[in-house]
Every structure is written in C-alpha cells, then in structure tokens.
C-alpha cells in the first residue's frame, strides 16, 4: 500500500480560504475526506485566495492551493493534467472562485491505520487532524 502525505507550502504559494466563515462548519458536517462520496450532496463553496498580510500579496500563484492550509485543492491545470491518477477512490469537487478555477479533492477511500496513542498530531476546531508530526501505523490494519 502506498502512502501519500499531501501537504501545501503556504510559504511561499498562495492558500484559498471560504468566503463565507460559517463555510467551515458546513464543510465539516459534510465530512470531507471521511471516505464517503459527497459529489451528490457539494454545495461548490465559495473560496478566495487568502491574503492576511502584505506577504501573502507576494505569495506565488498555486496548483495545489489547499482550502485554509488543510483541505486539498486543485487548480483546474492539475486537474486536467492529472484526472487518470486522481480519479479512482477519489472525487474532484467543483469550488466557486472570481480568481480562477479551483477544485477540492476528496478521498473516498480512508484506512484507519493511524496509531493516535503514539501519534504526535494537531487538529483543527473542529477535532480533524491538521498536520501530524510523527506518524506512527498499525501495522496488521494494512490490506495484504
């Protein structure tokens, strides 16, 4: 089995962030990345590019801008240019952008193979992991 850590430089290109706040919560009782298919139910949020500071202003345009530094994005570039690897156990959700056209990332296929004992991790508000730190697996949850 392949892993994949998907992680944005928010550094040095730019992020996208909801228009609207109470986008978050909403986002997070559709369960984005829980394995289950939302392409039924999307409402194609709205996204911005985010900009808190003048440095964010010279922040590099992105092909994978994240929605606030954690949910995957993609430009409609990579989409197009990557839609044979992204398609299977995964959806290409539309986003609403007056700056370009962008695309969350779904997984419909999550293993629990995460050990949260030993993990050292951070979530966000609303109790998702944000970023892990030290990863550490179970391994007989691995498919054989």
Known sequence: MDIFMVKCDVD??????FVKEDDWDREAKLGLNTGKALAGVWPSFEVEILVDDEEDEELLP???????GNIPALS???VNCLRALLEEHREILPLQSKKG?????????VVDVLDMKKSNYDTDRNGRIREIKKHVFIPEKFAP
């Open 76 to 78: 409609a570039k990579a």
């Open 12 to 17: 040095h290109y730019q992020v996208l962030d």
């Open 62 to 68: 992105s092909d994978f801008p994240c929605i606030g």
């Open 101 to 109: 056209e962008y695309y969350a990332y779904h997984s419909t296929r």
